[in-house]
């Protein structure tokens, strides 16, 4: 393989090749093949079990990969974690946990700096920049469990905001969140994409994934389908996606976990 | 064993619960028996043996003539029935560390109830212990209930503040001078030999009466064990029975402190159970095997520990237990790590073959198959290996009786023929499903199929074949051999070489 | 029972401790090295505790202080000293081989993870004893130790010296390091330990290894167990890695303000605790466990977001519970 000097701006985001993961063996996403332009809200639609997370969680390194690869931005995405943001599901961690609003935000910054250095004043400079952008600041010194649900999931967009990131993934940032909140969500992926981010966001309602989204990565256990809105919102593809064609596919993956 | 199998069987016809009310009540009531069997006293207590061998002391455990021995034989014992079921429960509830706490829990209880009269009075201390134990409990939930803090810490809190309270006033009362000799410390570590018949009847009491509770109000124990929410929906008492659980683990920690000890009664609740828990998958056989194992593990700690003097008997109990418990993990025939290993073991060793037939049947397609021969070469150009390594596998094939070798050529049996065909059936149906029903581009599919087509049982891959309207190619353009094929190949009558098969 | 608890005396309950006594440095009381003993475990069990506690592990703590009990055994019957670097390597040792066990169970069978921390430790435990009782004339350990370790005697050890110059008791001065260590290593991996505590997902994310940080915690803590127990014993070590921490836990939901007022609760239960038990005449470990019980209970009573106090204030003025709702009590609707 050629070695040569890449460069983020011109290799695309994200590039996953022929990825398959299994969970206790059995498979959850099989062969996986994506490249994702730059600058796209990307949404990653499927009926549950279909491995959305697991697209996420393997692209970040947090589950283990039986085979295939994924690069961000050219570079083993181990290794590039960096340029990553993550939002991860909010029923993910301890909501009683003590500490602040601030506390969760400056954790964004965390990947910037070194294993000894504590977050300077520029650090907390940007998180409470990225509070504002959510329109949270007020809560800044809130432990985090005094938060409703819809400001619990702005606390994280905050965080992932800090981290500075080019790729963007969120898992499920709608969830449980009013009407304000999701506007508010939806008008801030809208600014990250214009400033040329790339946004992978799962999510779980099929009527605002069109409009929602520039592009959809239509996922059950494999890609059915990958690209624009308006090409791949179709009946036929939506029906593949969701209408369970692919039993056998399931099946092998049960065989294969007992067998395996 | 056989407990386990004549369970089974009742429980088949309907009526499991009542046989092992009866086979596991009527332990006790034949331990109760050969405790007051009459018998030449002995009576010297164990811990004060001194000047005996090692075999004379295997001799006097196994003859029982020792009355100060049975009480602790059976004290021990009907203590693993009381722990091995109660335990089931906790370790199927992930409440394993409830017990823990609890056991620790009791300890100022025993202390008050020897502060009662100031002498190890069984009942006294039976009565402070269960409530200490059953208060530790209710306050566990109240600090779950009321604070943010979660129920590990609520657990450990409870354990360290009761337990500490219970050492004040142990060591309170060895400051005096009447009680030096009372024995209160045994409960630490544990001493079957300080066992009394007293003791023994209240042993058999709880014990009867853990039995009888579980085995009339099982159905109760198991729904809200498995699922509150359905239980509290269908109108059980999910707190009674919660609350019931917690007095009978109070009673079954306290009758086991004297022989085991308040540090390790977590672990004669815990270790038979999460033993019995790797061999069944039901719940009623769990309790029964844990019981067994209970029994096995009290006897071992009043077998070692009376082979010489002064060995506390809980850490033998406890290691009695480990050692079941370790075989059953290693060892046992659905979940056991051995099992495992080995099954995956002879899957690789399968799968290796199965190439190696695959590759044979590649170099006979390569040529339309003339000629049955493929000589070492061949096959060892195919998988790009040495010869050596090509000879190893075809007298592997052979050694399965699904090739035959002469000098250095192969010839596969019907047998090898008929699975050879079958794998690349296999492998080629599945290419085909992930290019045109999962559309999964052609160069990657090849790679998934390498592994999927070890596993592919016969029905699916018959299932995916109509899903494929029986077609006849891959996505390469190579023909996928048909069940017509291979039955052909089955019937081909048997070609064996000059040295060949057999010999 | 009178003798049961002896007649309160103010001069030799309060005043005793703090005028010289027979410690090795006649200049110091008794009382000043057992309260500075007190502190210095209670905080350091504290510190590393609240962590324990934040990852839902309060009792591999308890695990933990029983299994170094072999390893300490072991070290002891081959390097056949009470040398404190082969009982910290043996307890090390045992510290990690519970943590592997743990895990090992856990996930190769269908085992959850809590009855595998109480088989690996009561096992360990076993042996421990086991081995004890059996080389009881060749060590001089006894399985009481473990519980019993008695604070009290602490002031009459042999004085570490430093360049020339006595310290204080040997194991005083030892844990006084392991404390001090203790906030360097918190206050170096301050970071890491917050965001693989809160959120493991985004620490690998964000390439922070969650692993080695849980086995860094476990060695830690293992460090902290045997250099406690020892003189101490572990009921100390168990009860003080849970509740300073949990007590501040219904005070504050700061971090750093939890960390702060572990510190403090230790120091008052060290000082109570050591006055109670020389009025009762009592094991002093046990007791200091009392008085930090003691706090814990009025912080319950007390606290002003989770205090039952409030709850029954709250129960008599609007006749509903305060419902509990992300930690906060709300008031019902």
């Known amino acids: 393989m050629e070695v040569k000097q890449v460069n983020f701006d011109d290799s695309p985001p994200l590039e996953v090749h022929d990825l398959t993961v299994a969970y206790h063996r059995k498979p959850v996403l099989w062969g996986i093949d994506l490249v994702v332009p730059k600058g796209k809200l990307v949404g990653i639609v499927g009926p549950n079990g279909a491995g959305k997370s697991t697209l996420i969680k393997a692209a970040l390194g947090l589950v283990p990969v039986s085979s295939g690869w994924v690069k961000i931005g050219g570079v083993p995405a181990r290794k590039n974690l960096k340029r990553v943001g993550y939002v991860p599901q909010r029923e993910s961690v301890d909501w009683d946990f003590p500490v602040t609003v601030m506390d969760v935000v400056l954790m964004g910054r965390y990947g910037h700096l070194g294993m000894i250095k504590r977050p300077a004043a520029r650090d907390k400079e940007i998180a409470r920049e990225c509070l504002e952008k959510v329109k949270m600041l007020p809560f800044a010194n809130r432990q985090i469990a005094n938060l409703s649900g819809g400001q619990q999931q702005r606390v994280f967009l905050a965080r992932a905001l800090a981290q500075e990131s080019d790729l963007y993934f969120m898992d499920e940032p709608f969830a449980g969140v009013d009407a304000a909140t999701e506007a508010a969500i939806i008008a801030l992926l809208h600014e990250l994409k214009d400033r040329g981010k790339t946004l992978m966001v799962v999510h779980h309602d099929l009527p605002t994934a069109r409009n929602y989204f520039d592009m959809l990565l239509l996922l059950n256990m494999r890609v059915v389908a990958f690209g624009p809105t308006e090409q791949v919102f179709t009946y036929e593809l939506l029906q593949e996606t969701y209408g369970g064609r692919l039993t056998i596919l399931s099946e092998v993956a049960e065989a294969v976990r007992q067998r395996g | 064993m056989g407990v386990y199998h004549r369970g089974t069987e009742s429980t088949e016809r309907g009526g499991g619960r009542a046989f092992s009310f009866f086979s596991v009540s009527s332990v006790p009531l034949w331990l109760i028996l050969l405790c007051f069997a009459t018998q030449n006293v002995w009576a010297v207590r164990i811990g004060e043996i001194s000047e005996t061998t090692f075999g004379e002391q295997v001799v006097r455990f196994f003859t029982f003539r020792d009355p100060a021995l049975r009480y602790a034989l059976v004290g021990s014992i009907l203590l693993g029935i009381n722990c091995g079921l109660l335990g089931g429960f906790l370790v199927v509830r992930k409440m394993a560390l409830v017990g823990d706490s609890l056991s620790h829990a009791v300890l100022p209880g025993v202390a008050l109830g020897f502060m009662w009269n100031m002498t190890k009075d069984p009942v006294a201390i039976f009565i402070g212990a269960t409530i200490a134990g059953l208060l530790g409990a209710v306050v566990v939930n109240l600090i779950k209930e009321t604070t943010l803090l979660k129920e590990d810490t609520a657990l450990g809190l409870v354990l360290a503040a009761f337990f500490a309270a219970g050492m004040v006033l142990i060591t309170i009362i060895q400051r005096l001078e009447t009680a030096n000799k009372s024995g209160v410390d045994k409960y630490l570590f544990g001493q079957a030999a300080a066992i009394s018949l007293e003791d023994v009847k209240l042993m058999s009491a709880v014990t009867a009466l853990s039995v009888a509770a579980i085995t009339i109000f099982y159905k109760g124990f198991l729904v809200t064990s498995f699922d509150a929410g359905f239980a509290r929906a269908t109108g059980f008492p999910v707190r009674v029975f919660h609350y019931a659980l917690m007095l009978l683990l109070a009673f079954s920690v306290v009758i086991s402190l004297q022989a085991v000890g308040v540090v390790l009664v977590s672990a004669m609740l815990i270790t038979p159970a999460a033993a019995a828990y790797m061999l069944t998958d039901r719940m009623h056989r769990l309790l029964v095997l844990a019981s067994v194992f209970g029994i096995f593990a009290g006897a071992c700690g009043a077998f070692f520990s009376f082979l010489r003097p002064n060995l506390p008997t809980g850490p033998f109990m406890v290691l009695g237990a480990s050692a079941v418990f370790v075989g059953a993990f290693l060892f046992g025939p659905k979940h056991g790590v051995v099992v495992r290993w080995w099954m995956h073991r002879s899957r690789a060793h399968r799968t290796k073959r199965e190439n190696t037939l695959k590759s044979i049947f590649h170099v006979l397609e390569a040529r339309n198959f003339h000629g049955e021969g493929v000589t070492l070469a061949e096959l060892a150009e195919r998988r790009r290996e040495t010869i050596e390594e090509a000879r190893q596998q075809a007298a592997n094939l052979r050694a399965h009786g699904q090739a035959t070798l002469n000098e250095d050529t192969m010839y596969l049996t019907p047998d090898g023929m008929q699975r050879a065909m079958a794998i690349v059936r296999n492998h080629r149906l599945w290419e085909l499903y992930l290019t045109n029903a999962a559309q999964i581009a052609v160069d990657h599919v090849h790679e998934d199929a390498e592994k999927i087509e070890h596993v592919l049982g016969e029905d699916v891959v018959r299932e995916l074949e109509r899903r494929l309207d029986f077609a006849q190619k891959d996505p390469h353009g190579r023909v996928i051999p048909s069940v017509a094929d291979i039955r052909k190949a089955a019937a081909a009558p048997e070609r064996v070489g000059a040295t060949g098969y057999g010999n | ?333």
């Open chain 3, 1 to 333: 029972m009178p003798d049961l608890i002896p007649t309160f005396s103010w001069a030799d309950v309060v005043l005793a401790p703090w005028q010289g006594g027979f410690s090795a440095d006649p200049a110091t009381p008794m009382g000043f090295w057992q309260v500075l003993m007190g502190f210095f475990v209670g905080s350091a069990c504290g510190l590393v505790g609240n962590y324990l506690m934040l990852r839902r592990m309060a009792l591999v703590g308890d695990a933990i202080s029983h299994s170094v009990l072999p390893g300490i055994a072991i070290a002891f019957l081959v390097s056949g000293s009470r040398g404190s670097a082969a009982m910290f390597v043996g307890a090390l040792l045992a510290g990690v081989v519970t943590t592997v066990i743990i895990e090992a169970i856990h996930r190769n069978s269908r085992i959850k993870q809590d009855a595998a921390i109480g088989i690996a430790f009561t096992s360990l435990f076993a042996i421990g004893v086991i081995l004890i009782s059996v080389f009881a004339g060749q060590v001089d350990l006894d399985q009481e130790c473990v519980l019993y370790g008695e604070i009290g005697t602490v002031p009459l050890e042999e004085s570490a010296t430093i360049a020339g110059k006595a310290l204080g008791p040997t194991s005083v001065v030892r844990m006084g390091g392991v404390l001090v260590m203790t906030v360097l290593l918190i206050g170096v991996f301050y970071k890491e330990l917050l965001v693989s505590s809160f959120d493991p997902g985004l620490a690998s994310s964000m390439g922070i290894n969650a692993t080695a940080m849980h086995y860094g915690l476990m060695s830690w803590l293992s460090v902290v167990v045997v250099s406690a127990f020892e003189s101490v014993g572990a009921i100390l070590v168990i009860a003080m890695l849970i509740l300073p921490g949990a007590t501040a836990r219904l005070l504050t939901n700061r971090l750093g303000v939890i960390m702060l007022m572990t510190v403090v609760h230790c120091a008052v239960s060290s000082v109570i605790g050591v006055h109670l038990a020389y009025w009762l005449e009592c094991s002093m470990a046990a007791a200091i466990v009392v008085a930090a019980t003691g706090l814990f209970v009025l912080a319950w009573i007390f606290s002003p977001s989770q205090g039952l106090l409030r709850r029954a204030f709250h129960k008599f003025f609007t006749s509903g519970e305060p419902v509990i709702e992300n930690g906060v009590s709300v008031k019902p609707a």
